[in-house]
């Protein structure tokens, strides 16, 4: 389908000790009479400045289109090597050929036929790509929509339109603020971190009203999002009943928390009178404005006890396993209350590691030297009442004691408002079709708990990660949802106290931002933010089998009306996966197809089995696995001539066609590496690997049918740093069909 | 008539804290205290007490008068400093141990003829009489602090060590009827009297 | 890279970390221009001289390719290594920026190769492992390094090694004239993601580092435990090469102190418990042994903690150690203290000990513009004027995942101030 | 050339028939040698030292710290306050310190002094020196090196710190746990500082004589170790710590079976020797266990 203007030219460095090793005339030879290329030029530096000139002229002035350079890996000199208006194959002959092929002439021969197959496989690579020219959006939206007005929701917003960014803003109760409108005061955010400070929430709320760019919707919830980057459509459901539908880019949701029920810890007092939680005493501190506190029945607290870890930190399964990390500055914060107010009232923080990270050590002091007294020790029984009294091991003096109190106030902790969890929608959903009731209800009720009600085929809301919280995955990329465009801050992403809410908020936002300014260009979303590539499908020869819906991990395809997948280009990250899915190979990118790999695996010259010769196809995923194979070529590590590397963009885009392709033209085995799978997977796709397990569990089969044995296929769990053991695999595995004997396939290829 | 520790727990009522804020050296930096446990682990008397420093400290927090003033733990103190230098905040350390042991020395509360207690009295007791310490008379009152017969005892047992320093030319025998002495000594006891009489205004002990 | 000439639109990144990295991609990912400045010869920062990250146990090198990658696939970035900013001047929307650039010896023309390492027998110090090892003069930073370019070590600058190492180079790229570079820019705001660098611990007198060869850091020992540090990923004492199995951990060493650093580094607690799991990866059978104030692990990273606490191998003792001694016998470090529940005094020999040293922000020492605001641990509040920011650990004592949440904050305050001078300059 | 002028304060110990008396007639040699002149400070009286708390108190160990300061304050004005006793150093530097600090502490000082007739300028700040002080910093290594006439050769010796000469203040930019200035000071006379890993080992100060079981075991190590890393003598800059482990060794060696027969001396006794000190003049004859070494040297 290319243009008949294309111009094909390879590109040949001799530099590097390439030339001394590699017979570059049989190179030369390869690219013209297989690669077919009208321009074959071979150069000692290619990639100095008179090299790329050379490449950048017949650019200019030969009309070239479509370059295949063979020098070293595509990881290494990409800026010399980038060429953005003509398409580009790299074929690795330095860290993938003569870096790793061991040292000497008896090993010429196999060095030789492997740099002759990659600039075979470059060529043919080149002949399919076609250089994407984006899809630029006019009426692009950049609105951010912005879901919650606590201090989350309103920093995100003042920060979008403090950049220029028209913004709406959805709370669902009466006023902006949240959470911080029941707090007397907040912890410190700035040095000296010595006094707890008003916590601004009211100005900003007044900030935000009046902010010309801000939209605020009150008493107001999201019912629909649909649409996808720069087009989010959203239907938002005001308490008057009317709907209004606003045209979005991006979407912070920063939908808060709730407090532990307290109710649920009747052996700390839970329930009792003068036993509260921290927003109990928040209320009470309010209400006092500066001045005693009294409990609710009117009493003027003289003492006061703090339990921490209430309900927190707890392995036995019946209350919260996690640790809301602020409760420790937040009692430190809150016993200052009552020693600003009056020193001589006896506070006590009973705890069992007591955690102020950072410059909370600051404010630990600053509350010792106010007279707060911390004891450590586990409270094993809190009584409210008249006179409250809290029971604990003293575990410094080591002995069991009970303090009396006027009032006891239990750290409890942060429960994320997330929304939907994602398998007990799918479940409920299932259920709900087959026509249980029960299931029937539960799916309304889990429509009200939702915060989006996205209508995306895999639920309303954005994937969970653990405890309920929609946290990433990544600890390099703390924003990375799995629904592009869509970022979580605050609270429901993680248990936090309100300087890391605040900051948090302002980083969702900065990633909001971006993926309206990408979608406008038709660019994608990260980890491939530079790539203007998309998928398309060939729709008259699909066959609606919807497994590219189902496996895409981004939720980016529908199913239109015909039950056709419908692809929402925005939402997709140019993973691949969707292309790894297709039974009928109907789904592709301009740079990235079953024809630009599928030609590089039939391109390898596979030698008959008298040679003894095996050949081995390695499809590598481009962000780890490669990597450690170049790695493996930079330490000088050997590994054997006999293998074909082709990077994949990840695990998941790995269509089984290229394997029964190559095992059918006789390759002698395959070897498939991608990142970790399970609980840490460390697939920048998310599912990409574990997809690829799953699918090649199932290709057995296939190759029974073949009367191939099964261990033909193999498939690795490749880390970045497993560049010797990444070796040492090739190796093993090529002895190991060494032993097993040439593919009977072979011949017939 | 109410003793001076009658009078300071009817002062302080159950806040021992309070207490020791605002009557013992330095005792204000109690509360400081973060039970990191190191002055424990730097002390070259640790195995031979009772309660360490920062456990003492939890006590005090804790509200047990009666144990901490009647320990010996304070008194085993040898001012080395020690876990003054490596206290993470910075507590003065070895002072609040002589603060709290003269509290309770001065309460009566410390216990009975401890022998770092003996000492403590005798050398101050040897500095003021004449200004300066005569150790000729300090150590025989050292040896003879369990009456006659022991210290005989002990002064025998020292009796070697005794000679040695004398024909060293370190311990001059003469002493016992005249030694050095400070011109002023009359002076330095009024002095001293004022400046306990201050100091008991200041911590209620009058 | 472009050769984009600076603006009061453009924002400048100061430190090439995972926290610069990420507020330059940010920044250049939502079409703003940046300039990224790092004085080392490569980015990566001190996470790439890191084993594994806490909780997942996964590979830094993994997020820094893929950081890479977005670099090499964005025009906005420019780049620049051995550089160093010597002064700020100006406000908010319009600084006068003056960059020191250090001589490389090696040009663009660099392919790496490694023939210059080959011709060269000088050794120097190994950076990337905290010096535990040695490289040649002339050397590629490590195996992630950006540029992919070698270095020429100053001292054999003007040798016969410097010669050789030119002479070796077929592409020309050795210049062993180079100067140290001045030139001046003018930038809309400037994110400072300067890092940390662990507090010293020769400081730390009563955990005799500077006496006892078994004494280590938790930097070095991160170096240890990999693949690709100086032993191999063996835990090997300096001391005398054996394997250690029964290693103590000093929790606070430096943090938390008065004599030292005020504030708690935060990450300390979790690389020990990260520690204790190399540890057992290492060898089934090998002890740990944490010595400890407060576990401060927050949020899901108790899970981590709670799974450490059930490791038959890993014990706790809540204590402050209060002095290392020397076993002379074996060289083991005896650990004196008291275990604080209970009161229960402790005497006990391990054959290394580990020195969770504390966080200092990179600054410490440097001058800074005074329009610059820090807190009591001179980690960077922001600016007076407005239009600077502190991100990643520069910050505060951060974890890799806050800090990079920190530098994509920086990096939309930054857009701010530039979003701010081009409004009020259209109007 | 004119002398180095001080203000001295002798302590308790150092006075003549005093435990530390030979340390004091060590000084001698020294002071004419490097020009060093100590003024005594009339009619002195104890310092108090920190082991007066039981009886003594704060304030009243602060007013008998007072009363030297306003002592040497009157008669020998902007003299640097020096003395050769670790304790009594302390003593001096923590009531100028003390009484710096509060404002109302120094009220009350100045109240009690009036019974003296004396009174302490608010702003008196004259530094409460160690002699090892003004040999490091006033006259520094090379300083001190420059009289040596016989240098210590072959003489292997321990540098024993202790307590109070290092903690809390300790000599400027040395380490608390390892201090080196004492080996650096045996190094300047010639003689050989061995390792020694109990350099600043507690020898149980004051605390020696009604706990002796306790001190002895301390000083057992001390001792011990400096056997072990093959010490001819142990040196100290303290009174106490010298007698503690000099006169405890036999002590020490009825009750453990140990053969100790260290020898204790001064920094000063070895500078003395170095410097061309007769036995006398270095005060060697006052030792309990005599340093055969610096004598044979001494003697020469």
């Known amino acids: 389908m290319n243009a008949p203007a294309n ?51 017949d650019i200019a002035n030969d009309g070239v289109t479509h370059l295949c350079i063979a020098a070293c890996s595509r990881r290494a000199k990409a800026e010399a090597f980038t060429f953005p208006t003509v398409a580009v194959a790299r074929a690795n002959l330095r860290e993938g050929v003569t870096w790793i092929v061991a040292e000497g002439a008896d090993h010429d021969e196999v060095r030789q036929e492997m740099a002759e197959d990659y600039v075979r496989m470059g060529c043919a690579e080149v002949k399919k790509l076609i250089l994407p020219g984006g899809n630029k959006k006019e009426s692009s939206s950049k609105k951010i929509l912005v879901v919650g007005g606590g201090m989350s929701g309103m920093t995100a917003a003042q920060a979008a339109a403090d950049a220029g960014y028209e913004v709406v803003l959805v709370e669902k109760t009466g006023a902006l603020g949240g959470f911080a409108n029941q707090m007397w005061k907040r912890m410190p955010f700035n040095a000296p971190h010595a006094d707890a400070q008003p916590t601004g929430a009211t100005e900003l709320a007044a900030q935000v009203s009046a902010n010309p760019k801000i939209k605020v919707y009150l008493n107001s919830t999201v019912a629909e999002t649909a649409g996808a980057p720069g087009r989010f459509a959203i239907k938002i459901a ?18 808060g928390f709730s407090t532990y029920d307290i109710t649920k810890l009747p052996e700390l007092g839970g329930g009792q009178p003068n036993v509260v939680d921290q927003a109990g005493l928040e209320a009470l501190a309010k209400a006092a404005n500066g001045g005693p506190i009294k409990r609710a029945d009117g009493k003027e607290v003289k003492s006061v006890v703090f339990v921490q870890c209430a309900g927190q930190r707890d392995d036995s399964g019946t209350h919260l396993p996690y640790c809301s990390g602020h409760c420790c500055g937040t009692s430190i914060k809150q016993a200052t209350y009552f020693k600003d107010q009056n020193p001589d009232i006896d506070t006590a923080i009973i705890f069992d590691d007591l955690r102020v990270p950072g410059m909370g050590e600051d404010f630990y002091r600053s509350a010792q030297t106010k007279g707060v007294t911390f004891t450590k020790g586990k409270t094993s029984k809190v009584t409210g009442g008249e006179s409250c009294s809290v029971t604990f091991k003293d575990l410094i003096l080591d002995e069991e004691n009970t303090i009396p109190a006027d009032l006891v106030v239990l750290a409890t902790g942060q429960v994320p408002n997330a929304g939907v969890e994602l398998d007990d929608w799918t479940a409920t959903v299932a259920a709900a079709d087959n026509g249980d009731e029960a299931a029937k209800e539960k799916k309304t009720a889990l429509q009200k708990i939702s915060v989006l009600n996205m209508n995306y085929r895999q639920g309303p809301d954005i994937p969970q990660l653990k405890y309920g919280f929609a946290d990433s995955h990544f600890i390099c990329f703390p924003y990375e949802t799995r629904r592009t465009g869509i970022y979580a801050a605050g609270p429901m992403r993680r248990p936090m106290d309100m300087h890391q809410a605040t900051e948090d908020a302002v980083g969702a936002t900065m990633k909001a931002i971006q993926a309206a300014e990408n979608a406008a260009l038709g660019r994608a979303a990260h980890p491939r933010a ?26 980016a395809i529908d199913e239109d009306e015909r039950r056709f997948p419908l692809f929402n280009e925005e939402r997709c990250r140019r993973c691949g996966t969707c292309m790894g899915a297709c039974p009928v190979r109907v789904i592709s990118f301009e740079n990235y197809s079953c024809d630009t790999v599928g030609m590089q695996v039939k391109a390898v010259n596979v030698p008959d089995e008298d040679e003894e010769k095996p050949r081995i196809l390695i499809l590598a995923c481009e962000n780890d696995a490669y990597p450690a194979l170049d790695m493996a070529g930079m330490q000088r590590l050997t590994y054997s001539a006999f293998v074909r590397v082709i990077p994949v963009r990840c695990l998941g885009s790995v269509n089984t066609i290229w394997i029964t392709d190559a095992l059918g033209a006789g390759y002698d085995g395959v070897m498939m590496m991608g990142c970790q799978k399970g609980e840490n997977y460390q697939c920048h796709f998310v599912k990409g690997s574990e ?28 880390a970045i740093t497993d560049g010797a053991r990444v070796a040492g695999l090739i190796n093993e595995y090529v002895a190991q069909l060494v032993e097993m004997g040439p593919s009977p396939m072979k011949g017939f290829g | 008539m109410t003793t001076a520790n009658e009078t300071a727990v009817a002062k302080y009522r159950n806040n021992f804290l309070k207490e020791v804020e605002a009557t013992v050296e330095e005792g204000h930096w109690v509360k400081m205290c973060m039970q990191c446990g190191v002055c424990a682990g730097s002390c070259p008397f640790g195995p031979h007490w009772e309660h360490s420093p920062q456990k003492i400290f939890m006590m005090i927090r804790a509200g047990k008068r009666e144990e901490v003033l009647k320990s010996d733990s304070m008194w085993m103190c040898t001012s080395c400093y020690n876990c003054m230098v490596r206290c993470p905040r910075e507590l003065p350390i070895t002072h609040i141990m002589h603060g709290l042991a003269n509290y309770a020395y001065r309460l009566g509360l410390s216990p009975k003829g401890q022998p770092n207690q003996v000492i403590a009295k005798l050398f101050w007791e040897s500095a003021l009489k004449y200004g300066r310490v005569n150790e000729l008379k300090f150590s025989l009152a050292m040896y003879f602090r369990d009456g006659f017969v022991q210290g005989v005892k002990n002064a025998l047992a020292m009796q070697g060590v005794g000679l040695g320093l004398v024909k060293a030319g370190r311990l001059n025998p003469m ?32 | 890279m472009t050769a984009s000439i600076a603006t009061n639109q453009t924002i400048l990144v100061v430190g090439g970390g995972i926290a610069g990295m990420t507020a330059a991609l940010e920044a250049a990912e939502c079409g703003k221009q940046v300039i990224l400045v790092e004085k080392s010869p490569t980015l990566g920062g001190r996470t790439s001289m890191l084993y594994r990250y806490f909780p997942k146990m996964c590979f830094p090198t993994c997020g820094l390719e893929i950081n890479l990658r977005r670099l090499r696939g964005n025009p906005n970035v420019r780049v620049m290594t051995m550089t160093e900013v010597s002064a700020v001047t100006g406000s908010r929307g319009d600084y006068n920026v003056t960059l020191k650039v250090q001589p490389r010896y090696i040009n663009e023309s660099c392919t790496a190769c490694g023939d210059c390492g080959k011709a060269v027998t000088a050794e120097v110090p190994n950076v990337a492992n905290y010096g535990l090892d040695k490289v040649k003069a002339a050397y590629l930073p490590h195996g992630m390094a950006y540029p992919q370019r070698y270095v020429i070590d100053p001292s054999i600058v003007g040798t016969p090694e410097g010669e050789a190492a030119k002479a070796a180079c077929k592409f020309g790229a050795v210049d062993l004239g180079m100067q140290e570079e001045t030139l001046e820019l003018k930038v809309g705001s400037v994110v400072w993601a300067t890092g940390w660098r662990p507090y010293d611990a020769n400081k730390i007198q009563p955990y005799g580092y500077d006496r006892f060869a078994n004494v280590i850091t938790s930097l070095e020992f991160e170096r240890l435990c990999d693949p690709q540090g100086p032993t191999g990923g063996k835990i090997l004492r300096p001391g005398d090469g054996k394997e250690a199995k029964n290693i103590a951990f000093i929790q606070c060493a430096g943090s938390r102190d008065e004599n030292h650093l005020r504030h708690c580094s935060r990450i300390c607690c979790m690389a020990t418990l990260k520690h204790t799991q190399y540890v057992r990866e290492a060898n089934a059978e090998a002890k740990s042994t944490v010595y400890y104030i407060d576990i401060r692990v927050i949020d899901r990273l108790e899970d981590f903690y709670q799974n450490v606490q059930k490791d038959p191998n890993v014990s706790f003792v809540k204590s402050k150690v209060a002095r290392v001694a020397l076993n002379e016998a074996n060289d083991n470090p005896i650990l004196h203290g008291v275990d604080t529940e209970g009161y229960h005094r402790y005497a006990t020999e391990h054959d290394l000990v580990v020195l969770a040293v504390g966080m200092e922000p990179e600054v410490v020492g440097v001058k800074l513009p005074e329009d610059i605001v820090l807190d009591s641990s001179n980690f960077i509040e922001g600016s007076k004027s407005g239009g600077m920011f502190g991100a990643g650990s520069a910050a505060s004592p951060l974890d890799v995942n806050r800090a990079v949440q920190s530098a994509t904050a920086a990096a939309m305050r930054s857009i701010q101030v530039i979003h701010k001078t081009a409004s009020t300059e259209a109007a | 050339m004119t002398k180095k002028q001080y203000a001295f304060y002798p302590g308790c110990s150092s006075q003549k028939g005093a435990s530390a008396a030979n340390y004091i007639t060590s000084f001698g040699v020294i002071c004419d040698k490097l020009d060093i002149q100590l003024n005594e400070i009339p009619d002195w009286n104890c310092c108090a030292a920190s082991i007066g708390y039981a009886e003594g108190g704060e304030l009243p160990r602060i007013v008998m710290g007072a009363r030297n300061l306003a002592l040497s304050d009157q008669h020998l ?17 923590e009531a100028t310190e003390r009484l710096q600090h509060s404002s109302s502490l120094m009220a009350e000082a100045n109240e009690a002094l009036k019974e003296v007739s004396l009174k302490l300028r608010t702003d008196f700040n004259t530094k409460s020196r160690h002699f090892t002080e003004v040999l490091i910093e006033d006259i520094g290594y090379a300083g001190m090196k420059a009289p040596v006439v016989k240098p210590l050769d072959g003489v292997k010796i321990a540098g024993y710190v202790g307590c109070q000469a290092n903690r809390p203040y300790g000599i400027a930019g040395e380490s608390f ?8 000071m045996i190094e300047t006379c010639g003689a050989e500082a061995v390792p020694y890993d109990q350099k600043v080992t507690c020898c149980g100060g004051a605390l020696a004589f009604s706990e002796p079981d306790k001190a002895q075991a301390l000083i057992q190590d001390i001792v011990g170790s400096a056997y072990d890393h093959g010490a001819d003598l142990i040196v100290t800059p303290c009174p106490l710590c010298q007698a503690n482990v000099e006169i405890y060794q036999s002590e020490i060696n009825k009750k453990k079976g140990t053969k100790f027969n260290m020898p204790v001396v001064y920094y000063t006794q070895l500078l003395n020797v170095a410097y061309g000190g007769s036995i006398k003049e270095a005060g060697l004859d006052g030792q309990l266990i005599r340093a055969e070494k610096l004598e044979k040297i001494a003697g020469k």
């Not at chain 1, 998309?534 to 939720?555: M, S």
């Not at chain 1, 199932?698 to 769990?717: A, S, V, W």
């Open chain 2, 175 to 206: 002493e016992i009827i005249s030694g050095h002495t400070c011109k002023d000594t009359s002076g330095i006891h009024k002095m001293i009297a004022k400046a306990r009489e201050i100091e008991d205004r200041r911590r209620g002990l009058a």
């Open chain 1, 691 to 718: 997809m690829a397990y799953y699918r090649l569990s199932k290709i057995g089969d296939t190759l029974k049918g073949m009367g191939l044995e099964p261990e033909r296929m193999q498939t690795y769990e490749i």
């Open chain 4, 77 to 93: 004005p902007g003299q640097d306050i020096v003395s050769g006793c670790p304790a009594c150093w302390l003593a001096n530097r």
């Open chain 4, 177 to 184: 746990e390892n201090p080196q200035y004492l080996d650096k």
């Open chain 1, 238 to 255: 005001q308490e008057s009943g009317s709907i209004s539908e606003e045209l979005c880019g991006a979407i912070v949701q920063a939908s």
């Open chain 1, 530 to 555: 530079w790539d203007l590539s998309f998928p398309t499908a060939r729709l008259e020869g699909c066959t609606q089998c919807k497994r590219c819906t189902v496996e895409c991990p981004f939720g």
């Open chain 1, 7 to 57: 111009k094909f030219a390879a590109y040949i460095c001799s530099g590097c000790g390439l030339g001394d090793v590699l017979k570059i005339a049989g190179l030369e030879k390869v690219a013209k009479t297989e690669g077919k290329m009208a321009v074959i030029k071979t150069h000692p530096f290619l990639c100095n400045a008179e090299g790329v000139k050379m490449i950048q002229d």
